[in-house]
Structure formats: structure tokens, C-alpha cells
């Protein structure tokens, strides 16, 4: 019988060939970068007319012929097309032949050998160190170090096939020059496709260092390219043809270290990313599901949704999983059996081109090596083969080991047993970008009240599975795993929850819980109770080890702290819009012995100012006073938790058991009043206001004390408004887009803090004497003396000249009413005029005002537990939400001193003190002037109470209060005036002259900063 079939096919004449590199019948080799066409050239004489216009299939396949790349039935009339890109264009080339039978051609002489030609070339190139997920490349801005690995990376043309050496240089004197150092060693690897990349080990970088010396602080160095067979170096795509690529390669003179992840880039300098493929989830409709909702009471929450799939994150880390196919002895093509398995794997594939997939086929340890390696070969081709005429186009690469990696055994016999199978096999490996964990936060009651919680999985269809017939492997439709991690690191057994319903919507249901926590809201009692739903697919979240959702139940209890002094009614705190009142107890007994630590601690303002040795009585007088108004407060701490139908069901007071945190609170408020009165009666030098308040008269010993300090004191007459106050706050966990934030809320109300009214007139010369001295003090000769302010201590008395003008008189008198050195005595003769003047020498002080609060803050923070892919750390993601600047809150009014004095008088100059009245006489002659003295003072002064909050991870959230004060400022000036009437040419018409002109504080400015209060730490002293 005659031969039938396609005998030979040819060249179409579409596109280019390059016919003097082509062998007529056999081979051809056409332009890179091009197509062209191939039809039927001949048939064998049997073959009839009906047959030639049959379907014909045509084949590429590898150079070699094992691997098929391409399959495809066409009429026979139609030529077939192929491209080969100049990157492609080299020495690998492909077998192309056509069949009738759709059976290859064993002969192999009906077909052609084609490859492609291209000028070598180098068209791009870069750096970078070859460091696991680093994408930063390297150049003048970015330099690497010595002994750090690097990664060369070049994209040819041409050269596809061939085995190209590499050559390095170090750019000695310019990149220009033909004289730079050549490194001695060399790397040779072969082209793929159009890629070359080329792996420097650290120690061969070091050893670079050693070679050229490394002198210079940056080293440049290039590279240069030789192909086998050719002789010269490569040139570039440039219309020069550059001999020297990848020139950006720059090393710090500098030892760097084997390390793990990217060296920093220097600040400034933005890093050129290579260029990476967008990490995005993947797709399988066969093995996937739409949606994913959760019904929580009231709430539904799409958690998942597959038109958004990566709102989550893509996970940096790619999941790996791989398929098994086994063979029976000695078969190689695929089994029957898996070809359902790989049609799967080939839908899954075409979906999502940027999956790799790794394939490594195995034999057992029967038979001789070489009949292994090429039975191992067959099955990794057989393998691509199927995937490649199936229209797979993804990235695949593969591997035949022989017998080299079978389990080893002890053999009795070479029979074929089952536990040889294991050995007989390809593993299908794939890296896919999964998805992050989905998470759920909510706020439940605890499990006396435990929430039903519904999830919804919409259009869950597995009947595509690509993971085989074992059905632990398979994705499963029909139900969830669950693992529950309940607070106290307590986990509940693994468990599998059924979902039920159809297709379009499977339904799990779920009881949830939430752990109430303890006394105090601490980080292991916020720890939410943690479910971990595992819901797998193909296409989704294919990890069967990793949870997809995970619910993390908060607990929905409040903590209450309420404190109040004098205070009628109540002042509870709002909780989701209800007042959530506490009961309060009056009395703090137990306070008075831990106050006195705080007591002194705020106190310590005192001593700033010149009390001598009134402190201590200072102090144990604000003991005394503390301990007598113990009645007046109230405390209250409770927690309640259970929210259902719009109240608590539970509640536990904790007031008598612990009243740490309470104690905080009334001191803070109690010990800011006293330093306000306290701080007030020692400006004045005047007796403590305590004793003046109706209430504290029964203190008899208060009143003796004050008795004995009473010769050193002026009767004041304060009038003190005390405050009314409510302090209270609350600590709960709140949801507020998705996450779930931790919440102290903080209201006070003090009507006011402190309030004041006081008028007192007292001698300027008093006062002005005290605000440049500190104390009296013994000398060595046991007479009492003054020892004068630092600011005064360097200067000395000037002694009145009786010869000097009048006007250098009166400076040097200015001078020593400064300097205040007469006996111990300050501004006698300013005294003295204004008593011969008729003039009240006082000056009249007025205190007023008050300092109100009444305010709300909310601080608001993500509770510091895994809410999403990540963690939450107060320290770097703290959110504080005040409700005021800062978080400070600062008193509405400040309390304010003001005191004014004016006082003119006609008085003699001739016989006023301090000024020599001959030295006058002689200046001014016979005459006498009529003269104005006039006199001005002012004083004032202001203190303000702030209160900061914060929070950070060491100290968790608190609050720490400051007074100002800003001392007591004033000033002081006298001045006289005289007509000029008789025309003495001295003085003009209306000449005035300062005596004095001076400005002072009693006391300097400054910020007091108070005890920092940690809530709901136990680390206060």
C-alpha cells in the first residue's frame, strides 16, 4: 500500500530567512523579532485529494523533540505562523511538522529545524545584593559594600542558548579609558531565553578589594562580555555600541556583613525599584467563592469580597503547595488517572499567568542509573508537554532526578512492592500570592450571655479542586475548621462546624464569648477571645494551616472611677448615650496615712520660696488640714459588663477592696488647692489661710501652731470659695471602623478648683524689703543681719558725695535704694518722704478669681492585640483622639494678684531725706523750689493649673499636672518735678528727674511640675 500523509512542509515565504545560514529541506533560520509562515509542501502519492483538504495538526516542538510546546488542528489550507522574539534569537531553536494522523512522525523527516538569528546584543542591565526579597538596585546614590553578595542581571539579544563569559573591571582612572584593572576571575553561565543573571558570591566581592587595593572611598566597576565560538566583546543596543554594560555598580571602601534583608539606604536618596509584577491574588472560579458575611446580632459585615480580594493585603510571604502524580513500573506518560486532576491545574494556570510552577520528577532505585535519569526526563517532559499543548503559557521549569532522591529502603528482593510507589512520581510545586487573614473585631458579653454569630460563604463551589482525589486535600464546601484561643492562652480543640444551604449561600453558625476581665483593665484582661475559621479554595486563601477569618470577641465591660469633694448630686459617666451610675462612699480613713508622701511631694512649691523654717510647719499643717476634711469626699470604683437590651446585667463595686486608683484622683484635686492657698499666704508672709476658714476651728492644735508663727505674720484677710468637685472616668472598648479602640473617658467638673477674694493694703517699704532679701540669719557674732538676694549679694553701697551734683545724687540714691544696705533697712528715705508728704506709704494688694474646670475628654487608641495582618503597638500607632488641644485642659481663669499705689505731694527739697540738705542748699543757692514728687507702684502676678494626658507602651495612659506661677512682678518709680522761676539756667522751664525707676520680682517665674499619675498601674509611689 501506498504511503499516505504530509511528506514535507516549507517555508511559506512570510517574513524573513536567512538562506545562507539555512539548510534547504532540513532547516532554516529566520530574522529575530519577526514572523513567518509555514504550509504544506508535499505529500506522499497516495494520499488523495479528499484527504488533502483535511484537518491537519500541527506540532512545535523542542529542538530535541521531548517536549511538545505547541498542538494545534487547523485546515489544511491554512499555514502556520511563528514569532521569535530577538530575545528568543540564538542557538535554541524548535522542530515544527505537520500530521494528517495527528500522530508525530517517528521518521523526523518531515519537519524543519527553525531557530532564530540576532546580532548579539546587550540591551539592559542593572545591580543589585542578592539578598532574598531585595528589589533596590545599586548606583552612585546606593552603593553597596564589600563582602555583601551581589546579583547581576542582563537582558540579550541574539544570544539565547549560548554560554557567555563575564568580565569585570574596576574603573581605575575614568570609564573611558582602556587601562582600568581587570579582575582575574570570570563568570560563565548560559543564556535563557534572553536573560542572563549571574550570582557573585561575598567572598569572591572581598576578594575583589584585595586585588585592586580599593584606595578610594567608592570603587566604580563594570563588566564586559565574550559568547563561545566568537571572538571580541559584545556591544550594546546604542547606536556607539558601548562595549562596557552595567557601569552602576558602586562598593563603599567598607566591610559590610553577611546579612539577612536590605542594607539601608542613605537618607535622601530614593531607591530604583526593578521592575516587579504586581502582588495580586489569584483567581479559580471552578474552586472558589464569592463572598464572605458575618450576621452579628443586629450587623451584617462583608468581610470578604471577590471583586475587591486583596482590600486585605496581599501576603508577602507566597504560599507553596505542591500535587503528587504516581506511576506505575516504567510508565512515564500521564496516567489517566491524573488527567482530570491536570485539566484543574490547566484551567487554574491559564487564569493566572504569574503563577511559576516547579516540576520534579522521581524513580525508584530499581534498575541502573542512566535507565532512571531518562525515565525520570520522560516523565518531567511528558508533563510539559501536556501542560504546553493544552495553551499553558505560565513560566514552568523542570527537573528529572532519577533515583538520586528516592527514600532508600531495605530490599529483600528487586520485586515491585507498594512502598516503591512512593519513589515513582512528579511533584507539581506552585508559589501563589495568598491572602492575608480576614478579621473580624466585635464586643460581646462573656459566656454566661454568649452572642450568636452567623457566617455566611456565597457561591462556594470546590467541584474544580485541583488537589487531587485525596479528600484531606481537597477543598471542602460542606464545612469550616475552627479553632478557638480563649483569653488566657486557653485553646479549645480543633473542630469542624458544618455549613449549610446551597451553592449560592452556605451558612456556619458560631457561639461567641468575651472574656470580662479583671478588676482593673489591664492588657491580658482586654485580651479578646480568639476564633479562627479556616474557609479554603483554590482561589482563595488556599492555605489549609493558616485561619482565613479570624473573630476576635472583645469584652463589652466598663470601668468606673468616681471621686467628689463637697459635691451634691451626681456626676456619672454617659456610656452609648446613658448615664451609668456607681454608688459612692463618703469618708477616705485610709487615705490620711498614704497622702502624706503626696502631700509633700506637691508641696515641694513651698520651698521655692523663703519660709525659713516655717516649711515644716507649713507642712504638718497641711497634713492637719487634709486629715480634718476627710468627710467631705467620696469614692466610688465598680465595673459592670453584660450589655443586653440597653443595660449592664452585671456589676461588681470594688470601692472597699481597692482603692489604689480613687486615692489618685482626690489627691491630685485636694493637694492643688492647698498649694494654690498655701502658695498665696506665703507671698504675703501672712498667716495661713486654714485658720481663717470656719470649718477648721475645731482644729485647736491647728490654731495653736498658727498662734506660734503669728509674731513673724500680718493678719491677712483672705476669703477663700471652695470648690465643689466630681471627678469621674470611665474605661471601655469601643468599635469604631473595624477596629476596636480602647477608650478612658475623663470628665471633671470643679465649681470652681479654687476661688479667691482678698484685700489687704501693706507697707511698700515691707514689701519691697522682702522681695530682695531671703532670711534672717545669725552672724558669726551672734547679731541677727540680712542675707540678700543672689542678684544683689555682688553689689556695694555708693556713698553720697556732698560735692557732687545734684543729678548724679539722685542716681547714686536710686542706686542704694536698690542695693538696700542701711542697716538692714530698705527705702527709709522713700518711707520717710512720702510720711512727710501725708501720704498712706502702703501699697494695696488685691487677689480675685478663680479657677474653673469642667471638661470631657475622650482618649481613643486600637487596643493593642492583632485586629488585622499585624500588630498593634501604642507605641508607634497610637491615634489620641482629645477633645482638646494636646490633651491638655487648662482652668477657664487664671487667679490674679493687681495692686496699684499712686502719691503725689509739694514738698521742700531742702529738707528731704535721703539727700544731704547742705549739698542741696549749695546747688541750688538761696532759693527754694517749690517741687512735685511723684510717686508710682505696681504689682501683679497670675498662677494657672494644667493637666496633661498621654499615653505611651511603657506607662500605658495618664496624666500629670503642672502649676505656673509667675512671681510676682513689679515696680517702682518717684520722680520730682520744679518750675524754673527765676530762670536758673540749670533747670529748665518744667524740668523733671527720676529717683528712682525700678522694676522686681518677688520671685521668679516658674513651671511646678506635679507627681505623673499612670491609670490603672500600680507603679505610682
Known amino acids: 500500500m501506498a504511503k499516505k500523509g504530509i511528506k514535507k512542509i516549507v517555508w511559506n515565504g512570510e517574513g524573513t530567512v536567512y538562506r545562507d545560514k539555512s539548510v534547504p529541506g532540513r532547516s532554516i533560520v529566520i530574522a529575530g523579532g519577526t514572523t513567518v509562515g509555514f504550509k504544506v509542501g508535499e505529500w506522499f502519492p497516495g494520499t488523495t485529494e479528499a484527504e488533502k483538504n483535511k484537518q491537519v495538526t500541527w506540532f512545535r516542538q523542542s529542538h530535541d523533540k521531548k517536549v511538545d510546546y505547541f498542538k494545534d488542528t487547523r485546515p489544511s489550507a491554512k499555514p502556520y505562523t511563528l514569532f521569535i522574539s530577538?530575545?528568543?534569537?540564538?542557538?535554541?531553536?524548535?522542530?515544527?511538522?505537520?500530521?494528517?494522523?495527528?500522530?508525530?512522525?517517528?521518521?523526523?523527516?518531515?519537519?524543519?529545524?527553525?531557530?532564530?538569528?540576532?546580532?548579539?546584543?546587550?540591551?539592559?542591565?542593572?545591580?543589585?545584593?542578592?539578598?532574598?526579597?531585595?528589589?533596590?538596585?545599586?548606583?552612585?546614590?546606593?552603593?553597596?559594600?564589600?563582602?555583601?553578595?551581589?546579583?547581576?542581571?542582563?537582558?540579550?539579544?541574539?544570544?539565547?542558548?549560548?554560554?557567555?563569559?563575564?568580565?569585570?573591571?574596576?574603573?581605575?582612572?575614568n570609564l573611558f579609558g582602556d587601562n582600568n584593572q581587570k579582575i582575574s576571575k570570570t563568570y560563565t553561565q548560559k543564556c535563557i531565553n534572553g536573560v542572563l543573571d549571574v550570582h557573585i558570591s561575598a567572598q569572591d566581592v572581598l576578594q575583589w578589594r584585595k586585588q585592586i587595593g580599593a584606595e578610594k572611598p567608592v570603587e566604580q566597576f563594570y563588566v564586559m562580555l565574550t559568547v563561545e565560538g566568537n571572538t571580541g566583546y559584545v556591544k550594546d543596543t546604542t547606536p556607539k555600541g558601548d562595549l562596557k554594560h552595567a557601569t552602576h555598580l558602586y562598593i563603599k571602601n567598607s566591610f559590610g556583613k553577611l546579612i539577612n534583608k536590605v542594607v539601608p539606604l542613605p537618607k535622601g536618596n530614593k531607591p530604583i525599584v526593578i521592575g516587579e509584577e504586581e502582588k495580586k491574588p489569584i483567581k479559580y472560579d471552578p474552586c472558589s467563592f464569592t463572598q464572605i458575611n458575618i450576621h452579628d446580632r443586629e450587623t451584617v459585615k462583608t468581610v470578604f469580597n471577590h471583586l475587591d480580594p486583596h482590600k486585605m493585603g496581599v501576603s508577602q510571604k507566597p504560599f507553596s503547595f505542591g500535587l503528587n502524580i504516581f506511576y506505575g513500573t516504567d510508565q512515564y506518560e500521564v496516567p489517566a488517572a491524573n488527567k482530570q486532576m491536570l485539566n484543574n491545574v490547566i484551567k487554574y494556570l491559564k487564569i493566572n499567568s504569574r503563577v511559576e510552577v516547579l516540576i520534579e520528577s522521581y524513580a525508584d532505585i530499581r534498575k541502573d542509573y542512566a535507565y532512571n535519569d531518562d525515565l525520570t526526563e520522560k516523565r518531567a517532559n511528558a508533563i510539559l508537554s501536556y501542560f504546553y499543548t493544552h495553551g499553558v503559557q505560565n513560566k514552568l521549569t523542570a527537573f528529572s532526578y532519577g533515583e538520586r532522591k528516592a527514600k532508600q529502603f531495605d530490599y529483600i528482593?528487586?520485586?515491585?512492592?507498594?512502598?516503591?510507589?512512593?519513589?515513582?512520581?512528579?511533584?507539581?510545586?506552585?508559589?501563589?500570592?495568598?491572602?492575608?487573614?480576614?478579621?473580624?473585631?466585635?464586643?460581646t458579653p462573656n459566656i454566661e450571655d454568649a452572642v450568636d454569630l452567623a457566617v455566611f460563604v456565597k457561591n462556594y463551589v470546590t467541584e474544580g479542586c485541583m488537589m487531587g482525589d485525596d479528600k484531606k486535600q481537597r477543598h471542602d464546601h460542606t464545612k469550616i475548621k475552627s479553632n478557638v484561643l480563649v483569653n488566657l492562652n486557653d485553646f479549645e480543640p480543633t473542630n469542624e462546624i458544618p455549613l449549610n444551604g446551597d451553592e449560592k449561600s452556605r451558612k456556619a453558625d458560631l457561639k461567641i464569648f468575651s472574656f470580662e476581665g479583671d478588676m482593673f483593665p489591664t492588657a491580658i484582661g482586654l485580651k479578646p477571645n480568639r476564633y479562627e475559621l479556616g474557609i479554603h479554595s483554590c482561589a482563595y486563601f488556599q492555605n489549609p494551616n493558616k485561619a482565613t477569618l479570624v473573630i476576635n470577641a472583645f469584652t463589652d465591660a466598663l470601668w468606673i472611677l468616681q471621686a467628689t469633694y463637697d459635691f451634691d448630686g451626681d456626676y456619672p459617666?454617659?456610656?452609648?448615650?446613658?448615664?451609668?451610675?456607681?454608688?459612692?462612699?463618703?469618708?477616705?480613713?485610709?487615705?490620711?496615712?498614704?497622702?502624706?508622701?503626696?502631700?509633700?511631694?506637691?508641696?515641694?512649691?513651698i520651698k521655692y520660696f523663703p519660709m525659713g523654717s516655717s516649711y515644716e510647719t507649713m507642712i504638718n499643717l497641711a497634713f492637719d488640714y487634709f486629715v480634718s476634711e476627710a468627710e467631705m469626699y467620696g469614692i466610688g470604683y465598680a465595673k459592670k459588663w453584660n450589655y443586653l437590651g440597653g443595660k449592664f446585667n452585671k456589676i461588681q463595686n470594688y470601692t472597699d477592696a481597692n482603692r489604689d486608683l480613687v486615692e489618685k484622683g482626690i489627691l491630685t484635686l485636694t493637694v492643688l488647692v492647698m498649694v494654690v492657698e498655701l502658695i498665696i499666704a506665703v507671698l504675703t508672709m501672712g498667716e495661713s489661710a486654714a485658720t481663717k476658714l470656719p470649718k477648721l476651728k475645731k482644729a485647736i492644735r491647728l490654731l495653736k501652731k498658727a498662734e506660734e508663727i503669728k509674731k513673724e505674720v500680718g493678719d491677712l484677710g483672705f476669703d477663700f470659695i471652695f470648690p465643689k468637685v466630681a471627678f469621674t472616668y470611665g474605661t471601655y472598648l469601643e468599635k469604631h471602623e473595624d477596629l476596636v479602640h480602647y477608650v478612658t473617658e475623663f470628665n471633671v467638673k470643679a465649681e470652681p478648683v479654687i476661688g479667691i477674694k482678698f484685700d489687704k493694703t501693706l507697707s511698700l517699704k515691707d514689701l519691697i524689703q522682702r522681695a530682695l532679701t531671703k532670711e534672717k540669719v545669725t552672724n558669726k557674732d551672734g547679731k541677727e543681719e540680712y542675707e540678700y538676694n543672689d542678684d544683689f549679694k555682688d553689689l556695694k553701697r555708693e556713698k553720697i558725695d556732698d560735692k557732687d551734683p545734684l543729678k548724679n545724687n539722685f542716681e547714686k540714691a536710686s542706686r542704694n535704694f536698690a542695693k538696700k544696705q542701711v542697716e538692714g533697712q530698705i527705702g527709709e528715705g522713700l518711707q520717710t518722704l512720702l510720711d512727710r508728704a501725708g501720704v498712706d506709704a502702703k501699697i494695696r494688694l488685691m487677689f480675685s478669681g478663680s479657677i474653673n474646670q469642667e471638661y470631657k475628654i475622650k482618649i481613643s487608641s486600637p487596643a493593642p492585640h492583632e485586629q488585622f495582618a499585624g500588630k498593634v503597638n501604642i507605641a508607634n500607632t497610637l491615634k489620641q483622639s482629645f477633645s482638646n488641644s494636646a490633651g491638655k485642659v487648662i482652668g477657664e481663669n487664671a487667679i490674679k494678684m493687681e495692686g496699684q499705689l499712686m502719691a503725689k505731694g509739694r514738698i521742700q527739697l531742702v529738707n528731704c531725706v535721703p539727700f544731704v540738705p547742705f549739698s542741696v542748699s549749695n546747688f541750688l543757692g538761696r532759693f527754694v523750689a517749690p517741687i512735685d514728687a511723684k510717686l508710682q507702684a505696681s504689682l501683679e502676678s497670675h498662677f494657672v493649673h494644667t493637666r496633661t494626658y498621654g499615653a505611651n507602651e511603657a506607662e500605658g495612659l495618664f496624666y500629670q499636672d503642672e502649676i505656673y506661677f509667675s512671681g510676682i512682678k513689679g515696680m517702682v518709680k518717684l520722680g520730682v518735678s520744679r518750675e524754673n522761676v527765676d530762670g536758673d539756667a540749670s533747670w529748665d522751664k518744667k524740668d523733671e528727674h527720676n529717683l528712682i525707676d525700678t522694676k522686681f520680682h518677688l520671685f521668679k517665674d516658674k513651671n511646678f511640675t506635679m507627681a505623673k499619675i499612670n491609670l490603672f498601674y500600680k507603679t505610682n509611689n
Not at 535554541?92 to 548579539?120: H, M, N, Q
Not at 543589585?128 to 542582563?154: A, C, S
Open 86 to 173: 530577538k530575545a528568543q534569537a540564538g542557538k535554541v531553536g524548535y522542530y515544527i511538522e505537520a500530521s494528517l494522523t495527528g500522530f508525530k512522525d517517528l521518521s523526523g523527516e518531515t519537519g524543519l529545524f527553525v531557530r532564530a538569528y540576532s546580532p548579539p546584543r546587550v540591551v539592559s542591565s542593572y545591580w543589585k545584593e542578592d539578598i532574598e526579597g531585595n528589589n533596590n538596585q545599586i548606583y552612585v546614590g546606593n552603593p553597596t559594600q564589600y563582602n555583601v553578595p551581589l546579583h547581576l542581571h542582563l537582558e540579550l539579544e541574539g544570544l539565547s542558548g549560548y554560554n557567555c563569559t563575564v568580565h569585570i573591571y574596576n574603573c581605575e582612572f
Open 413 to 443: 528482593t528487586n520485586e515491585d512492592r507498594p512502598i516503591h510507589r512512593i519513589n515513582r512520581k512528579t511533584v507539581l510545586t506552585f508559589k501563589v500570592n495568598n491572602l492575608n487573614t480576614v478579621f473580624y473585631n466585635t464586643i
Open 573 to 605: 459617666i454617659v456610656y452609648r448615650g446613658k448615664a451609668e451610675p456607681i454608688s459612692v462612699i463618703k469618708g477616705i480613713k485610709q487615705l490620711a496615712a498614704r497622702a502624706r508622701f503626696y502631700i509633700d511631694k506637691y508641696l515641694s512649691v
